[in-house]
Nanobody, 112 residues
Framework: QEQLVESGGGLVQPGGSLRLSCTAS????????VKWYRQAPGRERESVAS????????SYADSVKGRFTISRDNSKNTVYLQMNSLTPEDTAVYYC?????WGQGTQVTVSS
């Protein structure tokens, strides 16, 4: 069964950090670009970051550039999203996406 499972979300104070993980199973993960998206209440889902396969080239939304870092460990079938200097505007459900698959999402809440 092909699936993606996100983890690592939680409640963090403004200025804090979290690291999200997206673990894949059921397919050859290393062959595919992976993207992180987020969706805040009442807003459309937006792309946050992406990482390619062989070269590991990354891309970021302007709103997270310089604060978030996407990386992958193909030996673990996992993509990470390191999030630093978090603000309340980063509060959302975060999803990973690849090969047409979506995970269930992980909630990130930034609040004092």
């Amino acid at each position: 069964q092909e699936q993606l499972v996100e983890s690592g979300g939680g409640l963090v104070q403004p200025g804090g950090s979290l690291r999200l993980s997206c673990t894949a199973s059921g397919f050859t993960f290393k062959l595919y670009m992976v993207k992180w998206y987020r969706q805040a209440p009442g807003r459309e889902r937006e792309s946050v970051a992406s990482i390619t396969t062989v070269t590991g080239t990354t891309s970021y939304a302007d709103s997270v550039k310089g604060r978030f870092t996407i990386s992958r460990d193909n030996s673990k079938n996992t993509v990470y999203l390191q999030m630093n200097s978090l603000t309340p505007e980063d509060t959302a459900v975060y999803y990973c996406n690849t090969r047409g698959l979506w995970g269930q999402g992980t909630q990130v809440t930034v609040s004092s």
